[in-house]
Structure formats: structure tokens, C-alpha cells
């Protein structure tokens, strides 16, 4: 006997539970106030990279060139800087930005072919409204001639950890290059927050492909081990470097290769309408790299076979890694529809460990998006929810380049993670040769509904509860229990279930008991499931109407 239930959850916020390829489950609520970003028109370069920090009162937007300040409570732009003005990092591009709750401060770094540098600017308290920032403009400096590219932003509790590309100018300037490695520089982070001058620094080097483009590590959680995360030029590994240590004393680092169980794949080109320009995905690289609880979670841009699909298409590569010794790989799957092409994730996870991501998309059909995706920290490996849709373009990106990344915060004050992705409009004028992009801001929050089965969170698409396997002697299987459901993440309502027994018609299924009711719809605060019984759980849901 199989029984199936239905579940539809009223509930004031949207949530959205459906099957998807990846035998998805799970729901993700986004704020119906998500609200407009920085745009071209504002002193915007091409491309945006996009990115995003959130403190305690502020979210804090920076595209290149450009950063806006934006009440957390309003949504409001209160304050909008060019780099000069902001701090010592004219000439800065590539910005990354992150916020430190153990600290209370923002730390964004730039890369600047002036000053042969990666800019860092730290801000003076949790309020970033406070201006000018203190800037070191040359303290990670690339050496003379040479010229940073890349750079990348991470923190543990009592470091600051910054990569970037160095190469040596070619004839024509930073503009062209050769003789490329991969620089790294660890400060010691209370020298940044007590305003030291000259803070404590180690830089290392290092020459070898497998790891340029390497990616810091955002630890959210307590952790006093650092980690850059990089893609072997073939797809098939990863590099994983390891940093323990302040400056002066900071060991070298020890660097690791992980294998993958499938390579990560070329980029294929993600189509728009009206038009043979394909939206300008920046490489199948590392885009972002979050640690929580001795796991990192990595997304890179990959090329893969959606399930139902017959061609390859852009899909994102989502892969958490075990830190702990011996370092294991706990999940590595591709996020793709069938039809849909997806690039240039950011991820972030919220305080209980649950994974968020925030991509663009495009189609055949589809102006370049944005969209989110999670996974609750509970979920089996290689599972999401249903991916939803924050802000659909309506014109198509035909400036050459796109991205080349998104961002996302946690939230230090709530269970939200935070989001900022690129779009394509004509609402806000017109810029030269194309449509402007333009950004969104928002948050996010994965909830759902959880059970005392085994797993305990119930699946949207059919999942066996029975051990070993269905259909073995009722000896085997287990006994009568009561379903008892229950929200998390602030997830409440009632629940309406409709049970459909099959394979027998002559056993009495809790208040069903005759073929007549199978179908009907009944409110139950527990279903009552009768022994010996296989049993498989699907949930579909549509948002309270």
C-alpha cells in the first residue's frame, strides 16, 4: 500500500513548492518589496559587477565606479559615492564588498591599474554612512609594472584575506598582458579596525593555472582558517588553499586538490530574444565561496543537460565541501531547466545554514532575469526549491559584456539573506550603442515544512518512506505512526491533505474508508497511517490565494 499526500499551505507569504529536475523540495520566500538598485545612468561603467553588503541598518550597493547607500527599513537610496569621493580608491574597479559582523565593519576592496594595487577601504563603524573610509590604496600592491585583475574578498574572525590576478603590462599597457600568477595577501584585521596605518601583511604568489581566479572565502560563522577556492583550468578539480595564522606568523599556506566527479564545463553562450548576441557570461570560473560550520559552498558557471532537455545549456555548479580533515566533497550537482540558461551565481547561506543563491538567466524567450533558488541545510544532497523569479528584463544586453557577478549578504539581524543581480530595461533611458542595465535589490529566506519521517522534511516529489524497500513482508516495514507536519523558518498554517490509497481498497486509511472519499479534501492536524505500510509523500503547493 502507497499512500500519496497533497498538501497546499495557506499562508500570508508566497511560497512556491513544485517537482523541478533535481528532485526539488523545500520553498523560498523573497520579499515582495524588493526594490530598484544603482543603474548605467548613474555614473555606471559596463559591466556593473554587481555586489552587495548588508550591516545591521544598511545595505550597501557597489557597482564599478558607483556606490549607493539604501535604508534597510525604507528601501531608500540615503547616500550615493563615486569611488574618489567615498575614499582613497579613484581608478578602482572589480569592487567586492562584504560586511563583518564580528567586527561591525564593511570592508571593500578595488582593483587599480594605477596604482598597480588592490584598493582596501574599511569602514568606521557598522554605519557605512560615515565617510571617508580608512583607505590603503597601495598596502597590496602587485610590484611595479605589473597590474592586478580579479580581485576577491574574505574574512575570518581575526584576518582579512584578498586575491587578484597579477600580470606584467604588455606594450600597450594593462590593457594586454603576460607572465600572469595568482597574488594573495592576508592582513590582520584588528589593525584595520583600530585604524592602524601600516596594518601586519603576508603576501604569497603563485604561478601555477589551476589556481588563477581563485575565490576568498565569506566564513559566517566562527572560524579563525581562511580559504581560497579556484577551478583547474580544465574543469576537472579543484584548488583549495588553506590559511591559519595573523601577519606576521602566517604559515605558508597548504594547498589541496579536489576532484570532481564531473567536470565543470565550458560555458555555452546564453541566447536572448530578438537578437544573435548571446548574453556575455565572464568564463566558467568561481563566482563565490561562503564557509559555515566547517562546510564551504562554491557556485561556478558551468555547461550542462538539464533533465528533459536534449541540448547543453548554461547551469550553475553548486558544490559544498567538508573542511574538515579529511576534506570531502558532500555535494556537487548542476542547477539547469530545460529550455532556460543560467549564469553568474552568488550565494550566501542564512544563520541556521541554509544555502541561498541569487543568478541571472536568459532564453530564447527570456530578456536577461534574475531569479533565486535555495536549499534548507536539512534537505538530501543535490535537492532545491522550485526556482523563482524576482524581476523579469525587457530588453536584451547588447553592450558586449555582462555581470560579472551578482552578490549576496546575510543578514546579521534576521534569518534573511540579502541579493543584488543585473537586468536589462529601457524604463530608466537609453545608454550609447544598447539599453541600460539596471539592478535589483531584495531578500530572501528558504522556509518550509518539516515531519517526523525519516528524512524529516517532506518531499515534493515521491520519496519511498520504507525500509529496506517497498514490498517486502510487512516484517520489514514500518510500523503505524502519526504524520505529523510542522513549519520552520517562521513557515505557519493549516495544512489540507488529500489521501489516495492504492493497491488495496479493502483497508481503512485514517477517516478514509471507502473509494468515494479518496479524492476528497480534509484538514488534519496528523494523518494516522495504518501498519505495515510502504509509504510515499509528495507535497505540491500553489502560494494562499
Not at 594593462?174 to 600568477?181: A, D, E, Q
Not at 559566517?220 to 588553499?241: K, M, P, R
Request: proline share 6%; charged share 10%; net charge negative.
Amino acid at each position: 500500500m502507497i499512500l500519496f499526500v497533497f498538501l497546499v499551505l495557506a499562508l500570508g507569504a508566497r511560497p512556491v513548492f513544485a517537482s523541478a529536475p533535481l528532485n526539488t523540495q523545500g520553498s523560498i520566500y523573497v520579499s515582495t518589496n524588493n526594490f530598484e538598485g544603482l543603474n548605467q545612468l548613474q555614473n555606471g561603467a559596463v559591466p556593473p559587477d554587481v555586489q552587495l553588503a548588508v550591516g545591521p541598518n544598511y545595505a550597501v550597493e557597489v557597482t564599478n565606479f558607483k556606490i549607493g547607500i539604501f535604508s534597510k527599513a525604507t528601501f531608500s537610496l540615503v547616500a550615493s559615492y563615486n569611488f574618489c569621493q567615498f575614499s582613497a580608491t579613484c581608478g578602482g574597479f572589480d569592487p567586492k564588498i562584504l560586511y563583518d559582523s564580528s567586527s561591525g565593519r564593511f570592508f571593500l576592496t578595488t582593483a587599480n591599474y594605477g596604482t598597480a594595487s588592490v584598493n582596501l577601504a574599511v569602514s568606521n563603524s557598522s554605519d557605512p554612512t560615515i565617510v571617508p573610509w580608512a583607505s590603503y590604496p597601495t598596502l597590496l600592491n602587485v610590484g611595479s609594472g605589473n597590474c592586478p585583475d580579479s580581485d576577491r574578498i574574505g574574512v575570518t574572525d581575526d584576518k582579512i584575506i584578498v586575491s587578484a590576478l597579477a600580470y606584467t603590462a604588455g606594450t600597450s599597457g594593462c590593457s594586454s598582458g603576460f607572465n600572469t600568477v595568482q597574488d594573495y595577501w592576508v592582513v590582520k584585521k584588528s589593525d584595520l579596525t583600530s585604524g592602524i596605518s601600516s596594518p601586519a601583511v603576508q603576501g604569497f604568489s603563485d604561478s601555477s593555472s589551476n589556481l588563477f581566479f581563485a575565490n576568498t572565502a565569506r566564513s559566517l560563522t566562527s572560524t579563525t582558517t581562511g580559504y581560497l577556492v579556484a577551478e583547474f583550468v580544465d574543469g576537472t578539480a579543484l584548488s583549495l588553499v588553506t590559511i591559519t595564522g595573523v601577519p606576521p606568523n602566517v604559515p605558508t599556506p597548504v594547498k589541496t586538490t579536489i576532484p570532481l566527479a564531473t567536470r565543470i564545463a565550458g560555458e555555452m553562450g546564453a541566447p536572448q530574444p530578438g537578437t544573435n548576441a548571446t548574453v556575455p557570461i565572464n568564463g566558467n570560473i568561481i563566482n563565490d565561496v561562503v564557509w559555515y560550520g566547517g562546510n564551504l559552498w562554491i557556485t561556478a558557471n558551468d555547461g550542462c543537460t538539464p533533465s528533459g532537455d536534449s541540448q547543453q545549456r548554461d547551469c550553475l555548479r553548486l558544490t559544498q565541501i567538508n573542511t574538515n580533515s579529511p576534506v570531502t566533497v558532500r555535494q556537487d550537482f548542476d542547477f539547469g531547466t530545460n529550455g532556460k540558461y543560467y549564469f553568474d551565481g552568488a550565494l550566501s547561506t542564512d544563520a541556521s545554514g541554509n544555502l541561498e543563491v541569487v543568478y541571472g538567466f536568459s532564453s530564447t524567450t527570456d530578456y536577461p532575469s534574475i531569479g533565486v533558488v535555495g536549499q534548507d541545510a536539512t534537505n538530501p544532497a543535490g535537492t532545491l526549491s522550485l526556482p523563482q523569479t524576482i524581476l523579469v528584463g525587457t530588453k536584451p544586453d547588447l553592450q558586449g559584456r555582462y555581470g560579472d557577478y551578482f552578490g549576496a549578504s546575510t543578514d546579521p539581524t534576521s534569518i534573511f539573506v540579502w541579493f543584488a543581480g543585473e537586468y536589462f530595461t529601457d524604463l530608466n533611458g537609453t545608454c550609447p550603442f544598447s539599453y541600460c542595465w539596471s539592478t535589483r535589490i531584495g531578500y530572501m529566506m528558504v522556509a518550509g515544512v518539516s515531519s517526523n519521517f525519516s528524512p524529516p522534511t517532506i518531499y515534493q516529489s515521491y520519496q519511498t518512506v520504507c525500509k529496506p524497500m517497498c514490498h517486502t513482508s510487512p516484517n520489514v516495514m514500518l510500523n503505524s505512526t502519526i504524520l505529523t507536519l510542522s513549519g520552520f523558518n517562521g513557515y505557519g498554517g493549516t495544512v489540507t491533505a488529500t489521501i489516495s490509497p492504492f493497491y488495496s481498497s479493502a483497508v481503512s486509511y485514517g477517516n478514509l474508508h471507502d473509494t468515494s472519499e479518496r479524492t476528497s479534501i480534509r484538514q488534519y492536524s496528523g494523518v494516522q497511517l495504518p501498519s505495515h505500510s510502504c509509504r510515499a509523500v509528495r507535497i505540491y503547493s500553489h502560494p494562499d490565494q
